[in-house]
């Protein structure tokens, strides 16, 4: 049974930072590009970074230079460092496990960010 857990959400002030985790269980972890998405109230989910298994890194544009993903393939486990947070990244965070080649696509349950003094 493939989970992803995210954790590390919460309320911040703008300026601010937070540091997500997901940890995977189920999965061949090191072979799997993983991402973080968001979706904000009333809005599509949108793809926030992606590290790939070569650790590859890909930022949204609203995000570049403020964000950074990371993975630790002994502990399963891939981060999302969030600095200088805005209103406007206020959101449900959600970890992605993907492996093309399979056809695999795995979702967490989402862990609410909240940017607002």
């Known amino acids: 049974q493939v989970q992803l857990v995210e954790s590390g959400g919460g309320l911040v002030q703008p300026g601010g930072s937070l540091r997500l985790s997901c940890v995977a269980s189920?999965?061949?972890?090191?072979?799997?590009?993983m991402g973080w998405y968001r979706q904000a109230p009333g809005k599509q989910r949108e793809l926030v970074t992606v590290?790939?298994?070569?650790?590859?890194?890909y930022y949204a544009d609203s995000v570049g230079g403020r964000f950074a993903i990371s993975r630790d393939n002994a502990k399963n486990t891939v981060y999302l460092q969030m600095n200088s947070l805005k209103p406007e990244d206020t959101a449900v965070y959600y970890c992605?496990?993907?492996?093309?080649?399979?056809?695999?696509?795995?979702w967490g349950q989402g862990t609410q960010v909240t940017v607002s003094s």
């Open positions: 992605n496990a993907r492996r093309i080649i399979l056809n695999q696509n795995y």
């Open positions: 189920g999965i061949s972890f090191r072979f799997y590009d």
């Open positions: 590290i790939t298994s070569g650790n590859r890194t």
